[in-house]
C-alpha cells in the first residue's frame, strides 16, 4: 500500500494529481508531464509566483498548450494564404497568356487569306499599300502590333514607322515551309517601347501554294495582378476570420485548463488524487519518473513489465537490475522515441522525455513503456499478408502478357521467386503447348518452366517429357499419388520432406539429392481452369522458412489465375494453328510452270501472341500469249475470318484472271463482288438485330478492308501493267543494281471505292529486272514509320542484280522484317524474261479471203524455221479457220502472229470487231459453224481477249504432250461430231 503525501508538501506521486488533470496520456500525452512534473514536484515556498497582470497574455503564450495550437494554426492559415495567392497569379497568368494565343492564331489566319492580301505582296511597293490597312485592322481588332514580312524577314508593316524595313523578330522557319508558329518574344510594340508579347507567324499563300509572305500579328500578355488584387481582400477577410476564431478557441482551452488545475480545495484534491492514482495503475502502458538518477515514480504495468522490486522507488534506476542498456537510457534521460529494448522475453517501445526547466523545477525525465512483442507479431503477419496481396497484384499485370503458353509459364515461376518460393517448376500436360484440348486420361506431361535463386537446382530441366503413372516414381521428387492429385485438382502440401516417407520411397536417389541440396518444403497445386487440369505448379523453399497452410491457399490463387491465363493462350494458340493451316492451305503450294518470269516468294505469318495470322496472300496466274499475272493481297484483320476471306479473294481473283481483263478492270470487279458481299452481310446484321440475335457477330464477317495489287507482264513487249487498290506499291530492281519505287495510282481498298473506276500504270522492265511485290507487314511497324521500313527494302534490294529471286527473298526479310513483326508478310520477287525477237513472228493480213492460203503459206515456212514440222499440220488448220474468220466476221486491221514459247506454240489472230466467236454444235442443215470445232480438237486452249481496238483470239498448241499431230484427216473429225442417225 502505497503512502500519500499531505496536501501541502506536494511529492512525485502529488504529481499525478496534475498528470491526470490534463488527461495524461489520453489528452496532452507525455509532453504534458513535463510541466505538471516542474509545478508540483516542488515545495510552494520556490513555486514562481504569477502576477494577475501576466494572466492576460499567457492565454497566447508560447508555452502554454493554447499559444502552440494558435501559433499552429496561425502558420497554417499563413502557408494556405501564400499558395492560395500563388495560385491566383498562375492561373490569371496561363488564361491570359492562352487568350493571347486564340487572339493572335485567328486574328493571322484572318488576315492572311483576306482578298487582295498576295497581290499587295507583289506590288512593287508592298508597304505603302499593306502599312494603313494594317493600323486600321489593328486598331479595330484591338491587337498591339499586326506586322506583315516579306519571305526574307523585313516588316512592311509596323506601328512603329522607323521598324519598316527592319528585320522581324521571331521564328519564320516553319512558315517559310506552310506551318503556322505561337510563341512568346519580347520586341517592339509601339514607337520607344518594347514589352514581352505571345505572337503567331502564319504564312500568306499563293494559289500555286507557295508562299508569298506571312503575317504576325501580336498582344502584350496582360497584368494579371489586377485581377489578383480584386480577390485578395476576400483571402485576407477569411484569413483573418479564421485566426480570429483561432484565438477564441485557444482562449477558452487555455480558460479550461486552468479551471481544472487551480482553485480546487484539499478534499478536491485528494478525491482528484485518489482517481488519478487508480487510472495511472490500470494503464496498460507504464509510466517511469526518473530525477537525478533516481526512480521517482513507476506504475503497476511499469514494475510488470520490468520485473522490478517493491522497494524499487527512491533508488537509483542502475541498481535495479535492468538490462544495460534500458538502465543506461532511463538514468541518462535522454530522448528517444519507441526505441526497442528486450526486457526478458519482451520487447519494450520506450519513449523518454526530459522534464523543462525553464520554469526553475528539478531535473528529471519521464518514460513510458509498451509491450510490443505481440504488436510486432501482429505487424510481422501483416506485413506478409500485405506483401502476399502485391504478389497477386503483380500476377495478375506480369502473367499472361502474351498469348503464348510457354512464356506465360514462364511468367507464373518470375512472379514467385523469390517473394513466395525459393524454386518453382511448371509441368504442363503434353497436348496443352500445341494448343489442343487437354486430355484428363493423358499421362504424359513436359516440364515447360524453372526458375530458382540459384542456377543448379536438383530437379527435371526445362523440357523434359515424363509419363504419371499410379504407383510410379516421378522424376524431380513429386509427392506420391500425382495421378490422383492431377486428376482430382487437389493441391498438396508438404511442409517436411524429410518426414515424408511416402514422398521419398517413390524416388530415392532424386529425393535424397533433393534433400542433400537443402530443399525441404513443396506445394504442388494443379493448373486448373474451366474445370480441366492443364498441368501442375511446384513451389519449393530451401533457405526460408517451411510453406504453413496459410501458403497453400495463396499457391491456390496464384496458380488460378495462371491457369486462365495459360487456358487463354491455349486456346489461342489452337485457334492460331487453325489459321496457320488454313491460310498455308489456301495459298498456292506450287507455282504454275511459266516461262515469263522466274518467281520465289515468301510467307511469314506474325507470332502467336502478337498479331496471329492475318489476311496476306500471293498467287502467279499465267494468261494467253504467255504473260503472267502477279497478284498479292492483304485483308485487314487476323484469325480464321481473314484467311477464309483470303481464300474467297484468291478465288475471285483466279475467276475474273480467265476473262483475261486489265488490272483496273479485275480491281473494278472485285471491289464490285466485296461491296455485294457486304451488303450481304449487313442485311443479315438487320435480320439477327430483329431476331434479338448479337450483331456483331455479323459484322465481324465483313470483307471491308482488303487491298490488292494486280500486275500483268507480258514477256514479248517487256511491259507490265499495274493496279491497286489501297495496296503498297511496288519496288523495281533494274538490271544496273538501282532501286525505285515506281508511280502507281492508288485507289481506296476494295468495298470503299463507291464505285471509283481504278487507274493502271504501265512499266517498261529490261530482261533480268526484279519486280517486289509484299504487303504491308514487312514494311510497316508499331516501332518504326512507313519511310524508315521503305528505306530499309531499298537497302536490302540494293545491288541485287547478282541474286536469284531466292536469295533476293531471303535477304529481304533478315534486312527487313521485324524482330517481332505484329502482321503477318507475303513476299514475291519475280525476274523478268523477254521472249527474242526470233521467237515471234508476224504479218498483217488484208481483208481478201484469197489472202488466207499466202498467210498460210508464210506461217508454214516459219514453223519450218523454227523446226516445228510435226504440227504444221494442225497449225495450218487453226490458222486457216481463224483469218477466215477474221475476214469474214472481224474488221480490218487484221494481224497474225505466232510466238514460239519454251513449251507451247501461240496462235494469235487480232481484228477490230468486238465480236466473239464461240463454241456451238452445227446443225444438220448448216454449212458452216464447224471450224471452231477443229480449233478446240488441234490445239490445247483457245479463248478470247478484248483490247482497246478490237479483239484477239488466241490458241496454245503444246510441243511436249505428243498430240501435235491428229489421229486421222480433218474429214474424219468432222464426221465423228454426227451420229450415224444423223447422217
Known amino acids: 500500500m502505497s503512502r500519500r503525501p499531505g496536501p501541502v508538501a506536494i511529492g512525485p506521486r502529488g504529481l499525478l494529481v496534475a498528470l491526470f488533470g490534463s488527461s495524461m496520456i489520453g489528452k496532452t500525452g507525455i509532453m504534458g508531464m513535463h510541466g505538471f512534473f516542474r509545478r508540483f514536484a516542488v515545495p510552494p515556498s520556490r513555486r514562481p509566483r504569477r502576477s494577475r497582470e501576466r494572466r492576460g497574455w499567457s492565454v497566447l503564450s508560447p508555452r502554454s498548450v493554447a499559444g502552440q495550437v494558435f501559433l499552429l494554426q496561425l502558420a497554417v492559415v499563413v502557408l494556405l494564404v501564400a499558395v492560395t495567392a500563388a495560385l491566383l497569379v498562375v492561373q490569371a497568368r496561363r488564361q491570359a497568356t492562352e487568350a493571347a494565343r486564340t487572339e493572335v492564331l485567328t486574328a493571322g489566319e484572318a488576315f492572311a487569306n483576306a482578298p487582295g492580301i498576295v497581290a499587295a505582296l507583289d506590288s512593287p511597293d508592298p508597304a505603302a499599300v499593306l502599312q494603313p490597312r494594317t493600323q486600321e485592322i489593328r486598331k479595330r481588332s484591338g ?43 519580347r520586341g517592339p510594340v509601339r514607337p520607344g517601347g518594347e514589352a514581352n508579347v505571345v505572337q503567331s507567324v502564319v504564312p500568306i499563300f499563293r494559289p500555286d501554294g507557295s508562299v508569298a509572305g506571312m503575317v504576325s500579328p501580336s498582344v502584350t500578355v496582360a497584368d494579371v495582378n ?85 522497494d524499487a522507488e527512491q533508488r537509483q534506476v542502475t541498481d535495479l537490475g535492468l538490462a544495460p542498456g534500458t538502465a543506461d537510457l532511463l538514468a541518462s534521460g535522454r530522448r528517444v522515441t519507441d526505441e526497442v529494448h528486450l526486457a526478458g522475453d519482451r520487447l519494450l517501445a520506450v519513449n523518454v522525455r ?59 515461376a518470375e512472379v514467385a521467386v523469390p517473394l513466395f518460393a525459393d ?395 521485324p524482330a517481332h513483326p505484329s502482321d503477318d508478310v507475303a513476299l514475291l520477287v519475280a525476274r523478268t524474261r523477254l521472249l527474242g525477237p526470233d521467237r515471234v513472228a508476224d504479218w498483217d493480213v488484208p481483208s481478201d479471203p484469197a489472202a488466207v492460203s499466202r498467210v498460210r503459206a508464210d506461217a508454214l515456212r516459219q514453223l519450218e524455221s523454227w523446226g516445228l514440222d510435226r504440227i504444221a499440220y494442225a497449225t495450218e488448220l487453226v490458222i486457216s479457220e481463224l483469218v477466215t474468220n477474221a475476214i469474214r466476221y472481224g474488221a480490218e486491221p487484221i494481224r497474225l502472229r505466232l510466238l514460239h514459247d519454251r513449251d507451247s506454240l501461240i496462235c494469235e489472230v487480232a481484228d477490230g470487231s468486238s465480236t466473239s466467236p464461240h463454241l456451238r454444235r452445227a446443225k444438220t442443215t448448216d454449212e458452216g459453224g464447224r471450224g471452231l470445232l477443229l480449233v478446240a480438237r488441234f490445239t490445247q486452249r483457245w479463248g478470247t481477249r478484248y483490247t482497246a481496238r478490237g479483239k484477239v483470239i488466241w490458241t496454245e498448241q503444246s510441243l511436249h504432250n505428243g498430240t501435235a499431230e491428229p489421229d486421222g484427216d480433218a474429214g474424219d473429225i468432222l464426221l465423228d461430231q454426227w451420229s450415224d442417225t444423223e447422217l
Request: include cysteine; aromatic fraction near 4%; glycine fraction near 10%.
Open 143 to 185: 491587337l498591339d502590333t499586326l506586322v506583315v514580312i516579306n519571305t526574307d524577314g523585313t516588316r512592311y508593316t509596323h506601328p512603329d514607322p522607323d521598324q519598316i524595313g527592319r528585320k522581324f523578330i521571331g521564328t519564320i522557319g516553319p512558315s517559310l515551309a506552310g506551318r503556322v508558329t505561337i510563341e512568346n518574344a
Open 226 to 310: 489586377e485581377k489578383v488584387e480584386r480577390q485578395l481582400p476576400v483571402l485576407f477577410g477569411a484569413a483573418g476570420g479564421a485566426l480570429v476564431l483561432a484565438a477564441g478557441g485557444s482562449a477558452l482551452v487555455s480558460r479550461r485548463l486552468r479551471r481544472q488545475t487551480r482553485g480546487l480545495g484539499p478534499l478536491e484534491m485528494t478525491r482528484m488524487y485518489e482517481h488519478h492514482d487508480a487510472v495511472l495503475h490500470s494503464v496498460r502502458e507504464g509510466v517511469l519518473i526518473v530525477g537525478d538518477g533516481r526512480l521517482l515514480l513507476a506504475n503497476d504495468e511499469a514494475r510488470r513489465l520490468l520485473d522490478l522490486p517493491p
Open 354 to 412: 526530459p522534464v523543462d526547466r525553464r520554469g526553475g523545477g528539478p531535473a528529471g525525465s519521464v518514460a513510458t513503456l509498451r509491450d510490443t512483442t505481440e504488436l510486432r507479431a501482429l505487424a510481422g503477419r501483416a506485413e506478409v499478408a500485405r506483401e502476399r496481396l502485391q504478389l497477386l497484384y503483380d500476377a495478375g499485370v506480369r502473367i499472361g502478357t502474351t498469348l503464348d503458353v510457354v512464356r506465360t509459364a514462364e511468367e507464373l
Open 423 to 817: 524454386f518453382v517448376t511448371v509441368e504442363l500436360l503434353e497436348a496443352v503447348p500445341r494448343g489442343e484440348e487437354p486430355d484428363a486420361a493423358s499421362a504424359e506431361m513436359r516440364r515447360t518452366a524453372l526458375r530458382g535463386i540459384h542456377d543448379d537446382p536438383p530437379l527435371l530441366p526445362v523440357g523434359e517429357l515424363f509419363r504419371i503413372a499410379s504407383g510410379s516414381p516421378v522424376t524431380g521428387g513429386r509427392p506420391g499419388d500425382v495421378t490422383g492429385r492431377v486428376a482430382g485438382g487437389r493441391a498438396v502440401l508438404v511442409p517436411d520432406l524429410a518426414a515424408s516417407d511416402g514422398w521419398r520411397a517413390h524416388n530415392p536417389e532424386p529425393a535424397e539429392r533433393i534433400l542433400d541440396y537443402g530443399i525441404h518444403s513443396l506445394i504442388s497445386v494443379p493448373l486448373r481452369a474451366r474445370g480441366v487440369v492443364l498441368g501442375t505448379a511446384d513451389f519449393w523453399r530451401s533457405e526460408n522458412e517451411p510453406f504453413e497452410q496459410e501458403d497453400l491457399s495463396f499457391a491456390e490463387e496464384l496458380a488460378a489465375r495462371a491457369a486462365v491465363s495459360i487456358d487463354n493462350a491455349r486456346r489461342y494458340t489452337r485457334e492460331h494453328t487453325m489459321a496457320v493451316t488454313l491460310q498455308r492451305s489456301l495459298l498456292p503450294h506450287v507455282l504454275p510452270e511459266q516461262s515469263a518470269l522466274e518467281v520465289a516468294h515468301r510467307y511469314q505469318p506474325a507470332r502467336a501472341g502478337v498479331g496471329g495470322v492475318g489476311g496476306d496472300w500471293y498467287d502467279i496466274i499465267p494468261l494467253p500469249g504467255a504473260r503472267v499475272a502477279l497478284v498479292v493481297g492483304d485483308v485487314v484483320g487476323h484469325g480464321l475470318h481473314a484467311s477464309a476471306t483470303m481464300g474467297r479473294l484468291r478465288t475471285a481473283v483466279h475467276n475474273f484472271s480467265t476473262l483475261d481483263l486489265s488490272p483496273d478492270e479485275l480491281l473494278g470487279r472485285l471491289d464490285e463482288l466485296v461491296t455485294r458481299i457486304d451488303d450481304g452481310e449487313a442485311a443479315q446484321d438487320e435480320t439477327r438485330q430483329v431476331d434479338g440475335s448479337a450483331a456483331a457477330q455479323g459484322e465481324a464477317q465483313r470483307i471491308t478492308g482488303a487491298t490488292c495489287l494486280y500486275a500483268i507482264y507480258d514477256p514479248v513487249t517487256g511491259r507490265c501493267a499495274i493496279a491497286r487498290a489501297g495496296h503498297p506499291g511496288p519496288a523495281v530492281v533494274y538490271p544496273d543494281g538501282s532501286v525505285q519505287y515506281p508511280e502507281v495510282p492508288v485507289s481506296p481498298p476494295l468495298g470503299l471505292g463507291g464505285g471509283l473506276p481504278f487507274e493502271t500504270a504501265e512499266l517498261d522492265l529490261p530482261a533480268g529486272s526484279r519486280l517486289v511485290l509484299y504487303t504491308d507487314g514487312l514494311i510497316e511497324d508499331r516501332h518504326r514509320d512507313l519511310d524508315t521500313g521503305l528505306e530499309l527494302l531499298r537497302t536490302a534490294l540494293a545491288g541485287a542484280a547478282g541474286r536469284t529471286p531466292e536469295e533476293t527473298c531471303r535477304a529481304v526479310l533478315d534486312a527487313v522484317l
